[in-house]
T-cell receptor, first 114, second 111 residues
Framework: DAGVTQSPTHLIKTRGQQVTLRCSPKSGHDTVSWYQQALGQGPQFIFQYYEEEERQRGNFPDRFSGHQFPNYSSELNVNALLLGDSALYLC?????????????FGPGTRLLVL | GQNIDQPTEMTATEGAIVQINCTYQTSGFNGLFWYQQHAGEAPTFLSYNVLDGLEEKGRFSSFLSRSKGYSYLLLKELQMKDSASYLCAVRHLSGNTPLVFGKGTRLSVIA
């Protein structure tokens, strides 16, 4: 059973560009959450998708947007990149209605903005 | 706001026991999670507590006191491979909702 997968693994962009990151959840999971992790910090919640809708959003600007597809996979888009967007972007999937609803993380996409 | 505190760094000796503490102040509580994260890798799930008390899983145990807003992760028989960051995270809303993470505790295991 494949776990959570993310692509690409690494990405280098320049300021002002746009980026799309992709995530496929663990089999049987219907909810995808995205987190941003700066070096030496804990993950910060960006948004969560369930049933193809953004269910919750953290304290991130509108430059950060996302999408969930019918097969539960998800994309994170960031427009007008800033140097401060350089971070590890983590996708976590979980299954609703299971009680503990543990989030399982993918390997992440390391984004460097120059 | 939500606040989760844990020590920044700890060092322990191979074969020893180490306790990593976490205190939280959140608007609600629906479970506390511990994750292990090796450098450059994704967090991996270690434990979940929603009721007070101790949960044991092999060399790792996690304790929760909801009245004190306190948890700890106990690692026994430390191995070099346990050198990693340990993240404490709280789910403060009900249902399948996001986690609020602490900054993590970087544990170094030395010979």
């Amino acid at each position: 059973d494949a776990g959570v997968t993310q692509s690409p693994t690494h990405l280098i962009k320049t300021r002002g560009q746009q980026v799309t990151l992709r995530c496929s959840p663990k089999s049987g999971h219907d909810t995808v959450s995205w987190y941003q992790q700066a070096l030496g910090q804990g993950p910060q919640f960006i948004f969560q998708y369930y049933e193809e809708e953004e269910r919750q959003r953290g304290n991130f600007p509108d430059r950060f947007s996302g999408h969930q597809f019918p097969n539960y996979s998800s994309e994170l888009n960031v427009n007008a990149l800033l140097l401060g967007d350089s971070a590890l972007y983590l996708c976590a999937s979980s299954a609703s209605g299971t009680g503990r609803e543990t989030q399982y993380f993918g390997p992440g996409t390391r984004l460097l903005v120059l | 706001g939500q606040n989760i505190d844990q020590p920044t760094e700890m060092t322990a000796t191979e074969g020893a026991i180490v306790q990593i503490n976490c205190t939280y102040q959140t608007s609600g509580f629906n479970g506390l999670f511990w994750y292990q994260q090796h450098a450059g890798e994704a967090p991996t799930f270690l434990s979940y507590n929603v009721l007070d008390g101790l949960e044991e899983k092999g060399r790792f145990s996690s304790f929760l006191s909801r009245s004190k807003g306190y948890s700890y992760l106990l690692l026994k028989e430390l191995q070099m491979k346990d050198s990693a960051s340990y993240l404490c995270a709280v789910r403060h809303l009900s249902g399948n909702t996001p986690l609020v993470f602490g900054k993590g505790t970087r544990l170094s295991v030395i010979a």
